[in-house]
Structures are given as structure tokens and as C-alpha cells.
Nanobody, 127 residues
Framework: QVQLVESGGGSVQAGGSLRLSCEAS????????LGWFRQAPGKEREGIAA????????KHAASVEGRFTISQGNGRNTASLQMHSLKPEDSATYYC????????????????????WGRGSQVTVSS
């Protein structure tokens, strides 16, 4: 089993910034990617960003490219999501996930490539 715990969520005004963090524990050799996903009420879960741990290669969804950045903690099974220029439509529950995200040589944001999930952290962006 892998346990993932998110932190750093909260409320912010449009245009502001937040930083989410995720820490993995347990059988941490059972995955090679960490990712961030979000889900708003009435919407499907959306892949936001993922990072391939062995070389740090990352992918970001087009909807957040240039605003959000995923990064890996040095020497730890952690991942952060730095969010800038937040918009009301970014409001959602954000989930950290761990899995195997390399498909055909590229990082994927497909949720079925991730096996372990945190319980989520709420992000609310007001206008």
C-alpha cells in the first residue's frame, strides 16, 4: 500500500497563488510517477500535471500550462503543485496520485495510469 497526503489547499482570490504539497509513504518503490488531478462538482476528474521521478520529466495540462508547475522534492517521495494566476474555474478538490505515467515514451495524465490516490485538498478561488 501507498499512502498519499495532500496539504496546502485553501481559499484565494482570483489572480492569487497557492502551493499544494503531497507526501507519499508506504511501498514507495511501487510507483515511478506522481501526479495531480482535480475534480469539481458535476465534472469528471481532470489530470493537471504529472512528473516522472527517475528523470524529472513533467507534463502539464493545456488548461494550466504556464500557470501551474509540478515539482519533486529533493530526495523525498514528495511532489508540489505551484499554482499562479488562479481563476475561479480552478476551484476543485485536488488529488495527489502515484502510478506509472510513461506511455509510448511520453508522460500521460490519464487517471487509469495512477494506482494510489490521496483523499484530496480543497482549492477555492473567488472572483
Amino acid at each position: 500500500q501507498v499512502q498519499l497526503v495532500e496539504s496546502g489547499g485553501g481559499s484565494v482570490q482570483a489572480g492569487g497563488s497557492l502551493r499544494l504539497s503531497c507526501e507519499a509513504s508506504g511501498s514507495t518503490d511501487s510507483f515511478n510517477c506522481l501526479g495531480w488531478f482535480r475534480q469539481a462538482p458535476g465534472k469528471e476528474r481532470e489530470g493537471i500535471a504529472a512528473i516522472y521521478i527517475p528523470n524529472g520529466r513533467a507534463k502539464h495540462a493545456a488548461s494550466v500550462e504556464g500557470r501551474f508547475t509540478i515539482s519533486q522534492g529533493n530526495g523525498r517521495n514528495t511532489a508540489s503543485l505551484q499554482m499562479h494566476s488562479l481563476k475561479p474555474e480552478d476551484s476543485a478538490t485536488y488529488y495527489c496520485a502515484a502510478g506509472a505515467c510513461i506511455v509510448l515514451g511520453q508522460v500521460t495524465l490519464e487517471s487509469n495510469q495512477f494506482y494510489y490516490w490521496g483523499r484530496g485538498s480543497q482549492v477555492t478561488v473567488s472572483s
